[in-house]
């Protein structure tokens, strides 16, 4: 009854029309009320007949409407607002800020709720309107921008038809640009294009258009400049621009045979900056810092030995025991290097690595232990005298303790045997590779 009073208050046509609307913008913030207003007849059609009208006031208190509705998570009512998104997307060229934002939210959370919407919304254009809403001036729209965008890039459909289409567009280099220009433009506008662009990396085979564009030399030199910011005059809420950079950079260089892209120095260092810093407050970011140091160590030598070069091993030893996460995730860095061969495996040894390697063998997680087995195995392949120096320190009673570990357990007992052979002895190292591979 008193949905139907305020539906018939906004029909009237009164001239107290525009506070009518308001009392039903104030209504719909309400799960049920949305519901029982999408379910009156006409219901919809008034709201689009006063959101299309001449009078820009009765026409931004209606689109106030449309968004307390878009906001339901029923996708039924979602799903009753079809008609309108045509008019939503011609507004969006709009003659208010407040006017197109409003619409750019609506069209954001239609688009979560629903499939049909968004089905609807390709064909009638909404990329390409979008590309043009992307070289606002205006940081408010720019941020709407990415809102509605990054909901599209999430829908399970995404992958098949909607990223080719944003690819073709010309949104990827806009996106890129204001991402790399967040800390002078905006941080609002580049954190939502930065999870944009990881959207598009992680769930694209072929990122062509975005290597072309130079994704991985922008977003590398970005990444340096927020590290020299850091320890002075870090910006508020720097750390949600630092993850879906370093995500991105971290599946661009997984993906693709980017040897000598990024091949710079001063990244490892920009990444322990990030990571002395955020330590505390975000510890989440640092397994995000250890994926990415992984993926530059995982097939390039250059970057093993910069890390040793350039001292940062004692900063990646401190991780060792930070989470569960990020001590599997050093250890990894950490085999990283150590399969490169005698050499590095020497230079790691110069850190009191075998202790601190230790008490991750008591550890109840199999993960971390399994990659602790790993990097030992590595160490005492390319150096046996290591093996010998691991006993010293008590490693054999360590290792002992694998043994009915079903899956560790063969990897102990291999490792047992190397540390039981005299030096100089090739027999055991042969004979435990099988183990490892």
Same mark, same amino acid.
């Given at each position: 009854?008193?949905?139907?009073?305020?539906?018939?208050?906004?029909?009237?046509?009164?001239?107290?029309?525009?506070?009518?609307?308001?009392?039903?913008?104030?209504?719909?913030?309400?799960?049920?009320?949305?519901?029982?207003?999408?379910?009156?007849?006409?219901?919809?059609?008034?709201?689009?007949?006063?959101?299309?009208?001449?009078?820009?006031?009765?026409?931004?208190?209606?689109?106030?409407?449309?968004?307390?509705?878009?906001?339901?998570?029923?996708?039924?009512?979602?799903?009753?607002?079809?008609?309108?998104?045509?008019?939503?997307?011609?507004?969006?060229?709009?003659?208010?800020?407040?006017?197109?934002?409003?619409?750019?939210?609506?069209?954001?959370?239609?688009?979560?709720?629903?499939?049909?919407?968004?089905?609807?919304?390709?064909?009638?254009?909404?990329?390409?309107?979008?590309?043009?809403?992307?070289?606002?001036?205006?940081?408010?729209?720019?941020?709407?921008?990415?809102?509605?965008?990054?909901?599209?890039?999430?829908?399970?459909?995404?992958?098949?038809?909607?990223?080719?289409?944003?690819?073709?567009?010309?949104?990827?280099?806009?996106?890129?640009?204001?991402?790399?220009?967040?800390?002078?433009?905006?941080?609002?506008?580049?954190?939502?294009?930065?999870?944009?662009?990881?959207?598009?990396?992680?769930?694209?085979?072929?990122?062509?258009?975005?290597?072309?564009?130079?994704?991985?030399?922008?977003?590398?030199?970005?990444?340096?400049?927020?590290?020299?910011?850091?320890?002075?005059?870090?910006?508020?809420?720097?750390?949600?621009?630092?993850?879906?950079?370093?995500?991105?950079?971290?599946?661009?260089?997984?993906?693709?045979?980017?040897?000598?892209?990024?091949?710079?120095?001063?990244?490892?260092?920009?990444?322990?900056?990030?990571?002395?810093?955020?330590?505390?407050?975000?510890?989440?970011?640092?397994?995000?810092?250890?994926?990415?140091?992984?993926?530059?160590?995982?097939?390039? !030598?250059?970057? #093993?030995?910069? *890390? @040793?070069?350039?001292? /940062? %091993? +004692?900063?990646? =030893?401190? &991780? $060792?025991?930070?989470?569960?996460?990020?001590?599997?995730?050093?250890?990894?860095?950490?085999?990283?290097?150590?399969?490169?061969? !005698?050499?590095? #495996?020497?230079? *790691? @040894?110069?850190?009191? /690595? %075998? +202790?601190?390697? =230790?008490? &991750? $063998?008591?550890?109840?997680?199999?993960?971390?232990?399994?990659?602790?087995?790993?990097?030992?195995?590595?160490?005492?392949?390319?150096?046996?005298?290591?093996?010998?120096?691991?006993?010293?320190?008590?490693?054999?009673?360590? =290792?002992?303790?694998?043994?009915?570990?079903?899956?560790?357990?063969?990897?102990?007992?291999?490792?047992?045997?190397?540390?039981?052979?005299?030096?100089?002895?090739?027999?055991?190292?042969?004979?435990?590779?099988?183990?490892?591979?």
């Amino acid at each position: 009854g008193q949905v139907l009073e305020l539906l018939r208050g906004v029909q009237r046509g009164s001239e107290d029309r525009k506070r009518s609307l308001g009392r039903l913008r104030w209504a719909l913030q309400n799960e049920d009320t949305q519901q029982k207003f999408v379910r009156l007849d006409g219901s919809i059609r008034t709201l689009t007949g006063l959101f299309t009208s001449s009078l820009a006031d009765l026409q931004l208190e209606a689109a106030r409407c449309l968004h307390e509705l878009s906001h339901s998570s029923v996708p039924a009512v979602a799903e009753a607002c079809l008609p309108v998104t045509s008019y939503l997307l011609t507004y969006l060229s709009g003659h208010s800020l407040e006017f197109t934002e409003l619409c750019l939210y609506t069209l954001g959370n239609l688009v979560v709720e629903s499939e049909a919407v968004r089905k609807q919304l390709l064909p009638q254009g909404i990329i390409p309107v979008l590309a043009s809403c992307i070289q606002s001036p205006h940081e408010a729209v720019l941020e709407g921008v990415g809102y509605v965008l990054s909901q599209l890039l999430q829908a399970k459909e995404a992958s098949t038809e909607i990223i080719p289409l944003v690819l073709d567009s010309v949104l990827p280099q806009h996106m890129l640009r204001l991402v790399c220009s967040g800390l002078k433009a905006g941080m609002g506008a580049a954190v939502e294009f930065a999870w944009c662009l990881h959207y598009i990396i992680c769930r694209h085979e072929d990122n062509a258009v975005l290597l072309a564009l130079g994704a991985v030399p922008a977003l590398t030199s970005l990444l340096l400049d927020l590290a020299s910011q850091i320890p002075q005059d870090a910006p508020e809420g720097l750390e949600l621009l630092v993850c879906p950079v370093l995500r991105c950079v971290s599946n661009l260089l997984a993906q693709t045979d980017c040897q000598g892209q990024g091949q710079d120095g001063r990244l490892l260092v920009a990444l322990f900056l990030i990571l002395q810093c955020f330590l505390q407050q975000h510890p989440f970011l640092i397994q995000e810092c250890l994926w990415l140091l992984n993926n530059l160590t995982a097939d390039d !030598p250059f970057f #093993c030995s910069a *890390l @040793l070069s350039l001292d /940062l %091993l +004692p900063a990646l =030893l401190q &991780l $060792l025991t930070c989470s569960q996460m990020a001590t599997v995730l050093a250890l990894t860095v950490l085999c990283n290097i150590a399969e490169k061969g !005698p050499c590095q #495996c020497q230079r *790691l @040894l110069r850190q009191p /690595l %075998l +202790p601190r390697l =230790l008490p &991750l $063998l008591t550890l109840p997680d199999p993960e971390a232990v399994g990659q602790c087995l790993e990097l030992l195995h590595l160490l005492f392949l390319h150096c046996p005298e290591a093996a010998a120096d691991f006993t010293r320190h008590g490693g054999h009673q360590a =290792l002992e303790q694998h043994q009915n570990t079903p899956e560790l357990q063969e990897r102990a007992q291999a490792l047992l045997d190397m540390v039981r052979q005299p030096p100089g002895a090739p027999s055991a190292c042969q004979a435990t590779l099988a183990a490892f591979s």
